[in-house]
């Protein structure tokens, strides 16, 4: 209805107002649904910390509680199980890879423009920390023993062999096509082991620029 009092306010159709705000209990269930999200992120973080500090196989529950200022009964009330909350981890990881191609890939026009964001997704300074480092390579290394790990990896592994593909061939003579895609994954895989067990500065740009080299040389030779 429209007020009729003669006002300030009688132009005003507070019904407006009314159907787009959401009822009392949608408000409450967005605020539980953001918290609980919130508290999620917080045991990801603190699972990140507690693993690279005490090892994947190694670290409990509790110890990552430790990390999140509470206890292993929390997490496992929003997790289910600690093979759970290191999979929602790697998911987490994986998931930061997936938004850094896509953005990286936003402004590109050429095949090796496409190539090259790609490959620095790899490498961005959100996703390429010595945390992130020392935790993907522990968690692939276990992998082959977990199920739901294994899943992870073979996914990620053909989303980045896809994307390899699709821009090498234009790129590169049909029967070097294989090799360059080898290399240029042996290269990420072998940067990313290394700054695992860096014990100094990981230099994210300097990544960036040897795979963009290397990237040219393979491109050069046809």
């Known amino acids: 209805m429209i007020y009729k009092n003669k006002n300030l306010y009688d132009h005003i159709n507070f019904d407006i107002f009314l159907e787009i705000l959401p009822e009392p209990r949608q408000i409450n269930r967005m605020e539980r649904r953001s918290i609980r999200d919130i508290r999620n992120s917080e045991f990801i973080q603190a699972t990140l910390q507690a693993v690279q500090q005490k090892g994947f196989q190694n670290v409990t529950l ?57 490959l620095a997704a790899n490498f961005s300074d959100s996703l390429f920390t010595k945390t992130h480092c020392n935790v993907w390579v522990q968690f692939w290394s276990a992998a082959p023993y977990q199920p739901a790990l294994a899943r992870l990896q073979k ?33 990420i895989d072998g940067v990313w082991i290394s ?28």
């Open 155 to 187: 996914i990620n592994r053909a989303r980045v062999a896809s994307h390899l593909r699709r821009e090498t061939r234009l790129l590169v003579a049909s029967e070097r096509q294989q090799m360059v895609e080898q290399a240029l994954q042996a290269y």
């Open 62 to 118: 509790s110890e990552i509680a430790a990390y999140a200022s509470t206890t292993a009964a929390s997490i496992t009330y929003h997790f289910g199980s600690k093979e759970k909350l290191l999979e929602a981890t790697m998911r987490h990881l994986l998931e930061l890879l997936r938004r850094e191609v896509i953005n990286n890939l936003k402004e590109t026009k050429t095949s090796k423009q496409r190539l090259q964001a790609v």
């Open 195 to 222: 700054a695992a067990q860096c014990t100094g500065v990981i230099d994210a740009q300097a990544a960036r620029t040897d795979i963009n080299n290397l990237l040219d040389l393979l491109v050069s030779a046809g």
